[in-house]
C-alpha cells in the first residue's frame, strides 16, 4: 500500500517533508518509551508487571498507551491467554523486531558515550 507523501512521489518516502507518514513513524520511534518498549521485547513475549518492572520509572499509563501506539502501528501484539487471572503478553511482531536492531545500537551509542555529554 503506497501512501501519499507531500513530495508527490509514492514509491519513495521523504522524511524530510512536513507531511510524510514516515514522521509519524519516526516521532513514535524516537520516543523513550517505544524504544525501551521494544528494547525490553527483544528477549521475548513479556507480560504488563514484567515490562513495568523493566522499565523503571513508566508510570502504568504511560506504559499503557505506549503498548497501544505500539499495537496500533503493528509492532507489537498483544495475545490475551484465558485464565483466572488474565493472562496478557505483549511480544515483538516481524516489523517490531526489524525496529529493534536499530534501536539497540542508538542504546548502546547512548550508554557508551553519556560520560562525554555535560553533566
Known amino acids: ?17 512536513a507531511l510524510c507518514p514516515c ?10 518509551w517505544s524504544a525501551l518498549t521494544i528494547g525490553a521485547l527483544e528477549s521475548g513475549p513479556l507480560r504488563f508487571g514484567e515490562l513495568q518492572r523493566l522499565l523503571e520509572g513508566v508510570s502504568p499509563k504511560v ?27 505483549y511480544a515483538l511482531t516481524d516489523l517490531g523486531r526489524s525496529a529493534a536492531e536499530p534501536l539497540a545500537g542508538i542504546r548502546a551509542w547512548a550508554e557508551q558515550n553519556i560520560d562525554r555529554f555535560p553533566a
Not at 500500500?1 to 517533508?17: E, I, N
Not at 514522521?23 to 523513550?32: E, G, S, T
Not at 506504559?63 to 496478557?88: F, G, N
Open 1 to 17: 500500500m503506497a501512501t501519499s507523501c507531500a513530495t508527490g512521489h509514492h514509491d519513495r518516502h521523504d522524511v524530510y517533508a
Open 23 to 32: 514522521r509519524d513513524i519516526l516521532a513514535l520511534l524516537a520516543n523513550k
Open 63 to 89: 506504559l499503557t498507551q505506549t503498548l497501544r501506539r505500539l499495537e496500533d502501528s503493528a509492532l507489537l501484539t498483544r495475545t490475551i491467554y484465558p485464565a483466572v487471572p488474565l493472562h496478557v503478553e
